[in-house]
Each structure stands twice: as C-alpha cells, then as structure tokens.
C-alpha cells in the first residue's frame, strides 16, 4: 500500500524553482492568514489571535526552507503540509505545493493515499473557512462577495462555489505534479534512447570492423601465406642441395637454412597476426616482454647485419605488455631502415630502461658513400615509429650529423609497469 518509486533521474531541483515555491508559499500563507478568523480578530489586538498569528509565521517560513528538500522527503513534507492547516490558519498553498512536488516525482499507492489525505485536509480547510463570518475573516466569502461589499458584512456562499474552490485547488496541484512526472518521464526515456542508440552505433561499428578484419585475415591469409610458404620450400631444397653437393659453398647452404627458419618464423608470426585480427576487440595479444629483446638482435645478425649492442632493463618482465611490445616494433623497425638504407654498415644499438628512468634507445649507423640526401625526406619507417612513439607519450628524434655522415636515431618512452 506504501509502495513508491522514484519518477526519473532524481537529479535536484534549480535553486530557482525552490525559490519560486517558497516565494509562493509564503505569499499564499499570509493571504489566508489575514482573511481567517485569527487574523481578524488579531486587528483588534485579541491576544488569543495575536499568539496564534505568532506561532503560525515561524512555521510558515519554516516551511519555505523545507521546501528545499522535497526531493528527499516529499512524503513526510506532503503529510505535514496537509496536517498544518487544520491546526494553524495557513491556507491550502502549502499543502497543494508540496503535493505536486511529490505526484511530481514519485509514483505508486503511497502517492494517491497521500493525495486522498491532502484532498480531505485541503477540503476541510475551505469548509471551515467558507463557514467563518464576516467576510474579513472568511478568504473564500472574500473571493465571492462583490467588490462594494463592507468587510464587516457576511456574503452567502453556496455549497457549489465552495465545492469548485476546493476542487480548483486539487486539480490545479495535481494536474501541475502529473505534467512534471509526464515531462520527467519523457525526459528520462529521451536519454535512455540516446543511450541505446549509442549503444547500437558502437556494436554496429564494431561489427563492420569485425567483418573487415576478417576479410583482412583472409586476404593476408591466402596470399601471404602462400608466397612465405613456397619461399621456405625453395629454401629447404636450396639448403638440401647445398648439403649433397660436395663443393658447394657453406655460406650458401648456411643462408639457405636461415632463409627456411626466418620464412618459417614469418609464418608462425602471421598465423599469430591474423589470429589477433581476428579475435573480439579489446582482445590483447601474446605478451613479448622486455627480457626477449636481444632475441630481436640475435635475428637481425643471422641475417648478415652487423649490430653492436649494449641491452640493459631493469625489471623487465614487470613492464606493462604496450611498453614491452612497442619497444620490440620500434627496435625492429630501427634495425630494418638500417638494413634498407645503409646495407652493410655495421648499426651501434643502446638500450636501457627502469622503472625510475623510462627507455631510452639510441642507434646509430654509418651514412653509405652512395646515400647522397636519399634519407632528408620523410621515411615510412620513421614516420610509423614517429606515430607509435607519440602514442606511448614518448619523444623521437633522428637525422645526419653535421658531416653527413652518420645517421643518428633517439627515442625516449616513459615506463609503464603492470
């Protein structure tokens, strides 16, 4: 029977309003307190009346100020503002503003049982003041009677009249309650759709990306896949003829052998590539910590490059898994520039990393008599490792020294521990 539930997003009411309502409040209070018999009988300093009109100001303004937390406690507040004025003659403002805040934003059987007692108490009210005489103590006879009329005298009110006032008073507080909640409600439901439509664009997005990324795997699939696996073919009967021929080179039979491992590692990488594309987004890939990192050197001198490295972190297994696999990209990346661009200059390659001082990587090679100014543009390599940098919230900076002669890369990105 007391069930309620909360009507919108219960967020609170502008100050404004509050003001609004309390301004309301206390203008109708003293209206009705000085058409009443308290107030009449107080303009001819009846001590009986002057107390009563005492104790009622306080407890208007009071009301005025409770006002303020009708959205916490609307029910208490609707009870005491229709219980009040049965006792001190404050009119029905209070009651009937109170109960539209709560049929405002509260719905359920506690709402209309409360609103069954404000329309009994409200009811009263106008009865008894309708009952009192002279018109200067009565506001209904006061609102009937005709502008000429003397205060002094008692205009006739007929049952109907006072029977439309006090209805006017319920209907205009509930009908004001039910246009907030309605205007509440259509509120609440306007975000609940945006929010779902929100929704629905991100799940649809995701799907396209999904289907996207499949066609992507399928594509680098067929086509990838087939070309590493006839290289590391040609490789292995490369190597198996290099082995049965007994003048063959060892240098041949040596990278042919490397040849089918790295097209072998290039195919397990794929598989491992398009796995990922095609896993749900948000899915992260297989941890690459820091501690492989001279793996990624190891690879590059078996295939022929000249490295000098120095490799130092410090609790590296414990850097968090975008770091560690972004320092592998950005290292293989430098590795492999050098290798297109300066081939056969030996690369002299720096790392070291904590959790107190970041990474810091620096490489540098030297320039080829024959690269003239081919490296003054903007290289693809570069710019992705630019990019990558950038996302970590790194720095990077690389270029020719003053003769032109070595080529110079720096790259500082700040630690991210798990």
Known sequence: MWRSEVVGDGDAPPVWRSLLYALLVCLGSLVSMAFSPAGHAASSSA????????????????????????????????????????????????????????????????????????????????????????????????IFAPADTPPEVTTPVSAAAVALLAALGIGVS???????????????????????????????????????????????????????????????????????SDTGDPRVQQSAHLVRESAASAVEDLHSLLDLLREPLGTEPPPLPLSRLPQVVEEAVRAGQVVASSIFVEDADHADPTLSRAVHRIIQEILTNARKHAPGQMVTLSVAGSPSGGISIDATNPMPPTAGTAVQGPLRGLVGLSERVELL??????????????????????????
């Open 47 to 142: 001590g009986w009346a002057v107390l009563v009109v005492l104790v009622a100001m306080p407890v208007v303004l009071g009301a005025c100020v409770l006002l303020f937390w009708r959205r916490t406690h609307p029910f208490a507040l609707a009870v005491g503002a229709a219980l009040v004025p049965l006792v001190l003659p404050i009119g029905n403002t209070l009651a009937f503003v109170a109960l539209a805040a709560l049929v405002g934003r509260r719905r359920g059987p506690a709402v209309w049982w409360t609103a069954g007692l404000t329309t009994l108490t409200s009811s009263t009210v106008v009865i008894r003041d309708a009952l009192a005489s002279p018109n200067s103590a009565s506001l209904t006879r006061t």
């Open 174 to 244: 509930l009908g004001s309650g039910l246009l907030v909640r309605t205007m509440r409600l259509s509120h609440a439901a306007s975000h609940r759709a945006q929010a779902e439509h929100r929704i629905s664009s991100r799940l649809g997005d995701e799907v396209a990306r999904s289907a996207e990324r499949e066609r992507i795997a399928r594509e680098v699939h067929d086509v990838m896949g087939h070309r590493l696996s006839i290289i590391a073919l040609h490789a292995g009967v490369l190597e198996g003829a290099a082995k049965a």
């Open 393 to 418: 919230g790194g720095t990077l900076l690389h270029g020719v020294d003053g003769d032109g002669t070595v080529f110079h890369v720096h790259v500082d990105l700040p630690w991210r521990g798990l």
